[in-house]
């Protein structure tokens, strides 16, 4: 077996431990409670770095304004689409599997990823998906793919061809988009028996 650290002298000069078992840090030898305190400080460091950020957001009101309309946008686009493919008794159907569900415990699922703002609302990329098909599998994009094809011959190349583009959308835009979601889901939510 093979040990990981060697007896030697610390190079810390805090420490400046002799004797004792030592790791290789660079080209200098630090003992193994230095080592450890020195991660633990990194971090440390790492966590108040992101815990500064998450304090400061956003700068400015706009950008934080556009950050809530995003949110939004993606919760009720969200609802809309398990909304509109499920049966009048509110039970969905995962688009990949099968699995039938209310729509409440299922997914929105994103043949092309959400990152791309481009496509991240387009309802011909969005379609229910139960949580181990979206989460656990990934989307399970190959199904995802087949199924698409099989409803609409070529939309997945056009979707791939389109995902190409660069698009920041506009808060304008942004607030249009969610006032049109918004009336869609009050269409939709009629179809529903709430017996």
């Known amino acids: 077996m093979i040990h990981r650290f ?27 409670k230095c080592r450890q305190l020195e991660r633990a400080m990194a971090t440390l460091k790492k966590t108040q770095t992101k815990l500064n950020r998450a304090i400061s957001g956003p700068k400015k009101k706009e950008d934080l304004e556009r950050t809530y309309l995003i949110e939004d946008l993606d919760f009720f686009t969200s609802q809309y689409i398990r909304k509109v493919y499920a049966m009048p008794s509110g039970v969905c159907e995962c688009y990949t599997c099968g699995k039938k569900d209310r729509w409440q415990n299922l997914d929105c699922g994103h043949f092309i990823p ?3 703002m481009c496509l991240r609302w387009d309802h011909r990329n969005l379609r229910p998906q139960c949580k181990t098909c979206n989460q656990l ?23 791939e061809a389109e995902s190409r583009e ?27 028996n709430y017996d």
Do not use: H
Not at 8 to 18: M, Q
Not at 138 to 152: H, T
């Open 137 to 159: 599998e990934s989307g399970n994009l190959r199904e995802f793919a087949r199924e698409l094809e099989l409803e609409c011959p070529g939309l997945v190349e056009q979707l």
């Open 166 to 192: 660069i698009k920041k959308w506009t808060r304008e835009e942004l607030k249009e988009m969610l006032v049109y979601i918004r009336s869609k889901i009050k269409s939709v939510d009629n179809k529903f």
């Open 114 to 116: 959400r990152q791309n």
């Open 6 to 32: 060697k007896i030697g002298d610390c190079s810390n000069p805090a420490c400046l431990a002799e004797n004792v078992p030592c790791v290789k840090v660079g080209k200098r030898m630090v003992c193994v």
